[in-house]
């Protein structure tokens, strides 16, 4: 099973339940990941970019400030859709509804983008091959996912806390690359996990250059806005792994 078989962005108690989280200003995706994700974006003025998993489209508007001349947002579900056409409507845009697998274009992309939605593909190999023949010679890969650290254990209370001494997070099979089932807004989620090193070496296989490598932690906007309990959280693992690279 991989993301595009997965439907739970098209269940709408799910969908409502999601909406809520990532319309939140406070969110791990503001305030962790969206920071870094704008700070490695590569120029894009005048480019041809793809966004894979473009959501309700908010790395979109941020991308259309910076003039590219050509913005292609891509996911499964239509309900994401259908909320960013909602909210964007510039000529600039195309949406897609489709998974990035099946996903056929004349388009040579100078730039992709994707935002924490590799971890739900279970072929990452492929994956890779697909970029490859998707971006035009010299074109960057950005991409954001959920850090290995996190999706290696198999339990689902992943927090540790022994009174008086301190707070951990649980790290288990690591080395056992699989699908990770998690409880999340009622529903069962599927990700996969990967090792860092699985990552590394399958983008480098698959004709890229990886020019950064990001651990994601505490940035100055969740240090100003967030209670001493998230800053901590953060403090004791990434919560997510950035990653640019570029076609060799």
């Not at 010299?138 to 009174?163: C, M, N, R, Y």
């Amino acid at each position: 099973m991989n993301r595009m078989s997965q439907n739970v962005y098209d269940n709408e108690h799910f969908y409502k339940g999601y909406t809520k989280i990532r319309n939140n200003k406070l969110s791990y995706n503001e305030m962790i990941e969206m920071p870094v994700m704008k700070e490695e974006l590569p120029e894009i003025k005048g480019k041809k970019v793809l966004d894979i998993g473009c959501g309700m489209g908010k790395f979109i508007q941020y991308m259309l400030e910076l003039n590219p001349e050509q913005i292609v947002g891509l996911d499964i579900y239509n309900n994401m859709i259908n909320n960013a056409k909602e909210h964007i409507q510039d000529e600039r845009v195309t949406f897609v509804v489709s998974n990035i697998l099946s996903y056929e274009t004349e388009i040579k992309f100078d730039v992709i983008v994707s935002s924490l939605a590799f971890h739900y593909i279970e072929d990452f190999n492929l994956l890779m091959e697909k970029l490859n023949k998707l971006l035009a010679n010299d074109g960057i890969l950005l991409f954001s996912t959920e850090h290995p650290l996190t999706t290696a254990t198999k339990q689902q209370e992943i927090w540790s806390h022994v009174e008086s001494r301190f707070n951990h997070y649980k790290l288990d099979h690591y080395f056992e690359e699989s699908a990770r089932p998690i409880g999340w807004l009622d529903t069962e989620v599927i990700r996969y996990h990967r090792t860092i090193g699985t990552l590394m070496n399958t983008i480098i296989d698959n004709g890229f250059i990886i020019e950064r490598v990001i651990d994601t932690g505490n940035t100055e906007m969740s240090l100003k806005l967030w209670d001493e309990e998230h800053i901590m959280k953060v403090n004791h693992r990434p919560p997510f792994l950035v990653i640019k690279a570029k076609k060799s």
